[in-house]
């Protein structure tokens, strides 16, 4: 990775529905959460960071990470405080809402901004504060080339999601067609009530590209509790169990097939349920393997 040419800057990116400007790259950079974390070390990042934040209290930490984060340190295992952020002397916050953040919370862009701490946004995330577009890949690869942007490696970031786009093309062109849509729920926790992905969260997209429909696709939100009637009516065919925390993928699927509420849904009665790591389900680098998983699941 080349060093950024400060001929390169000043440059401007769109962060929700901000602009924000970078005189130069930052040089004390600390993201939130497994997901984001992993888009910083894609770019080969860790040399301008000083840590990490809200990834160990979600169980979230796997070897893969693990390895590349190297001796950086986790400031927060949960949301960092303003304080975090000041006493790691934080110039950039890579993180989101809902990702970090919360709206009219103690850390927001405009919260750190009074102590000089520039905020990326993830884009995911922008529905919390504004409209956007239903969820998409593109909102990823948005997220990688801004990110190039910011710290003066956009060559390098071109050629990452170049690669992922490539990559899936291909593997998109080499699967069986199927007769319709395969209707999926995301199952991400919870037993009163689930907690899933409605239009605008990432698995809404990961979904469509291998070929199914989120059943939950006219809820307006990104990640949401909702009622467990909606999903019973719908009749899933394939549940997609988000594997974090304290409570198992296992477990999760175990819970719907003991419920005799949920006895005559198709993905439950043909026990079919996918299990995605929460850093494929959620934006990031490993969305294209993701996708990947899902479609072969659908075909089987």
Known sequence: MLPASASDFPVTVQSCDREVT????PQRAISNDVNLTEMMLALGLTGHMVGYTGVSDWKTLDETLRAGVGQLPELSSNYPTKEVLLGADADFFFAGWNYGMRVGGEVTPDTLGEFDIA????TESC???MDKPKASIDDMYNDLLNLG?????AETAQALVDGYKDDLADFTASLPALEEDVAVFVYDSGENKPFTAGRYGMPT???EAAGGTNIMDDVESSWVEIGWEPVIERNPEVIVIVDYGSVTAEQKADFMRSNPAFKDIPAVVNDRFVVLPYVEATPGPRNVAAIKTLAAAFRE
């Open 22 to 25: 970078f005189e130069a790259a």
């Open 205 to 207: 997209a990961l979904i």
């Open 149 to 153: 942007r910011i710290f003066g490696v």
């Open 127 to 129: 529905i919390h504060i």
């Open 119 to 122: 905020v990326y946004e993830l």
